[in-house]
Structures are given as structure tokens and as C-alpha cells.
């Protein structure tokens, strides 16, 4: 495992929620990171206890994160160490409350 695939694997597993997106909770930096942070909050996840990750930080993350899920889009979602999906998955998953039930067992 390449070391940014180790570093990307260790933030997935360490942590409840994590969101690689462009930007931050604060200022998404593009429509799709948006409409996940609002999908979360919508969720009644506090955007602070998200693990949030700015891919335009980090060019090695940002290819990484592509490889590590096999999915070619970012913003990307883990909850507990598994991949969720992006920002259109997220809605669907909303809308059906599976997304709620999923977050439901992490601490708000």
C-alpha cells in the first residue's frame, strides 16, 4: 500500500463520518461538497463532527481517494470505515431515510 493510500486508510478507519471533498464544511468549493455537507446536517449530523478533507489541498489525496474507493467523483462519504457513495447517492439514500439510518450509529 502506497503511503497515501495508507494515509487515506487511516482517516477512513479512524474516524465515525468522513467527507473528502473541495473545500471545507465552513466553504464548500463546489456544488456537489455542498449538497453533502447540507445532506448530512439535513441528517442531523453537526457538521463539526465530521472529518472533513480538502482535496484541493492535497493532489496526492485528491488522485488517492479515486483509487482507494474505485469511484472516479469526488465528494466521497465514509461512515464506520465504509464507502457510502457521492453526492447523488447521498441524496438518493436521504430521500429513502437510508442515509439516517446508516449516520444514526455515530456520535452527533
Do not use: H
Not at 25 to 53: D, M
Not at 87 to 106: N, R, V
Amino acid at each position: 500500500m502506497s503511503d497515501t493510500q495508507q494515509r487515506i486508510d487511516t482517516l477512513v478507519k479512524g474516524n465515525d463520518v468522513v467527507l473528502f471533498m473541495k473545500g471545507s464544511a465552513s466553504f464548500p468549493q463546489c456544488g456537489f461538497s455542498g449538497r453533502a455537507i447540507q445532506i448530512l446536517e439535513a441528517c442531523g449530523v453537526k457538521a463539526a463532527t465530521v472529518k472533513t478533507v480538502n482535496v484541493l489541498e492535497d493532489a496526492e489525496i485528491r488522485a488517492g481517494i479515486k483509487e482507494y474507493s474505485n469511484w472516479p467523483t469526488i465528494p466521497q462519504l465514509y461512515v464506520k470505515g465504509e464507502f457510502i457513495g457521492g453526492s447523488d447517492i447521498m441524496m438518493e439514500m436521504y430521500e429513502s431515510g437510508e442515509l439516517q439510518k446508516t449516520l444514526a450509529a455515530t456520535p452527533t
